[in-house]
């Protein structure tokens, strides 16, 4: 197993490299995208500025718990596309046959896919987003156990995004209808940069627990704030593994219904 | 002019061709839209008094107003040029007896149509499932002077959009980074497409206001709340127009140059 998970490694760093020469090729774009990046977090973050300096905040959370919830939410968004942007290319893949290039090799195809293109504009936006992290984060003044829930709840919110492409990279396989399955997902998560309080009841718990969102996103931020009951962090952690499991249930399960038409 | 009207229909037809693909991409809008309206209801859940001049029912028509906006002003095809251009394609329509920029504009046309149609029934959906409360202006000269400055909006962001695709003749490999710099975050900030630009200082507000951006959704809803003075009105009317001229003539020169660049690669 340690075997294998070298091996995986040493290949991720390959294609990590290849990914970078990729970017370099196309400097311009590269810089205009995390310009672009950049510019979105920093009017975003200007506007709630604005927004909560007249209002207080939002659904009983105080201006500065706001804007933490929408620094996580980018943070880790950015973490999970920097991590998984293969899946935004993997339809295109199955519609050119490009897919059964990936498939006749010895080598996880998932791995393959989900991995496969390692993100460099997010990989340099990062440090933004860790700085905005802190600065929001140190206004909130957690404990060391809130730290350490956060720290394991970002990690579990890595394991929850890596389902969820999973299951889109999946519903590509199934469906060649829709080409924008992972825009969906990606307007889906967007739902999370506020706390999904502000739903209410019932879409709240749909986002909670349907489309784990809340979990993926919230909790974290709401147990750094020491405001998260422990059940809830022990909750996410059994929705983490879950998910991961029944999303490879599902992956092999869409593997089987590829037909390979486009070759 | 039949065969606008030809491409106007072949275009409608070709929207219904993916019909599962368009609902999704309508249901992405909605999305979009709940997470403003949500926010929004949050944030006016416990204050009955105005916060930078919107009540209730002024900031909840003002999103829902976007969503419409969105269809009428911002639904296109002309995203495609880039493409057109970079792939060699633009070739087929240089040698046919069509105006391109008439050709797309038709195409334009037929998308802002299809996706009114569908804004207009999920607003209906939203409306009754979410009752929200709704502003409805009944001012005669302020709902003209809000059509005017829509029908300026709907050119405007044409001209914008075949600006931003002409750096394909130039950079064929960059023009989609063009385009999400320009379209999808500059544009939806500086227009107010996510929060209404007056909740900037005014000193900003004003800045702003001299950007073509900021006639594409934001000044026509202003207008439809009735939160300008007809003065205002009139003044925005006059500066959207002059930047209606002013890029209307930089795109005949950048076209220009664009189409004596272009060299077909790629057929």
């Given at each position: 197993m340690i075997k294998r998970i070298k091996r995986c490694f040493r290949i991720w760093l390959i294609l990590g490299k290849m990914s970078l020469s990729l970017h370099l090729m196309r400097r311009f774009g590269f810089v205009v995208f995390f310009l672009g990046k950049m510019f979105r977090f920093f009017f975003f973050v200007l506007f709630l500025f604005f927004i909560f300096k007249r209002t207080g905040g939002v659904a009983s959370y105080s201006a500065s718990q706001a804007i933490f919830f929408f620094v996580v939410f980018h943070f880790i968004s950015s973490l999970s596309q920097m991590f998984f942007r293969g899946i935004y290319t993997f339809r295109q893949q199955v519609v050119s046959g490009g897919f059964d290039l990936i498939l006749s090799k010895p080598l996880s195809a998932l791995f393959r896919v989900v991995f496969g293109s390692f993100d460099f504009i997010d990989l340099v936006t990062l440090p933004f987003f860790v700085f905005a992290l802190y600065s929001s984060g140190s206004l909130?003044?957690?404990?060391l156990l809130d730290i350490t829930f956060f720290l394991a709840l970002l990690i579990n919110s890595l394991v929850l995004s890596f389902s969820f492409s999973v299951l889109v990279v999946s519903l590509s396989l199934i469906t060649l209808e829709v080409d924008h399955i992972v825009m969906i997902y990606r307007d889906l998560e967007t739902m999370a940069r506020f706390p999904v309080d502000i739903y209410g009841k019932g879409i709240g718990t749909i986002l909670t627990y349907v489309i784990p969102l809340g979990i993926m996103i919230t909790f974290p931020a709401k147990a750094f704030m020491g405001i998260l009951d422990i059940k809830f962090v022990v909750l996410s952690f059994v929705f983490g593994l879950s998910s991961l499991f029944l999303s490879l249930k599902f992956w092999r399960f869409a593997l089987k219904k590829y037909a390979s038409a486009s070759s | 002019m039949h065969k606008y009207f030809q491409v106007f229909k072949l275009s409608l037809i070709s929207e219904f061709a993916y019909r599962f693909n368009f609902i999704l991409w309508r249901f992405r809008n909605v999305i979009q839209i709940l997470v403003v309206f949500f926010f929004w209801n949050s944030v006016f859940s416990g204050q009955n008094e105005a916060v930078f001049g919107y009540n209730r029912e002024k900031i909840l028509t003002y999103v829902f107003g976007i969503l419409v906006l969105r269809s009428i002003?911002?639904?296109?095809?002309?995203?495609d040029v880039a493409g057109e251009i970079s792939s060699g394609n633009l070739t087929n329509f240089l040698i046919k007896p069509l105006g391109y920029f008439r050709y797309w504009f038709t195409r334009d046309v037929a998308s802002k149509v299809l996706n009114l149609g569908f804004s207009v029934l999920e607003i209906a959906l939203l409306y009754f499932l979410i009752k929200p409360p709704i502003y409805v202006q009944s001012d005669f000269l302020t709902i003209v002077g809000f059509l005017i400055s829509l029908s300026i909006a709907v050119v405007l962001f044409f001209l914008v959009l075949f600006l931003v695709n002409s750096v394909s003749f130039w950079m064929p490999e960059n023009a989609w980074a063009a385009q999400f710099l320009f379209i999808v975050i500059i544009l939806e900030f500086f227009s107010g497409g996510i929060f209404p630009l007056d909740v900037l200082p005014s000193s900003l507000v004003s800045l702003f206001s001299y950007l073509p951006f900021y006639y594409l959704l934001f000044f026509p809803l202003q207008v439809y709340l009735g939160k300008v003075s007809y003065i205002l009105m009139f003044k925005g009317i006059f500066i959207s127009l002059l930047w209606l001229l002013i890029l209307w003539f930089c795109l005949s020169k950048v076209w220009k140059m664009g189409v004596r660049e272009y060299s077909a690669e790629g057929r």
């Open positions: 909130l003044s957690p404990s | 002003v911002l639904s296109s095809r002309a995203v």
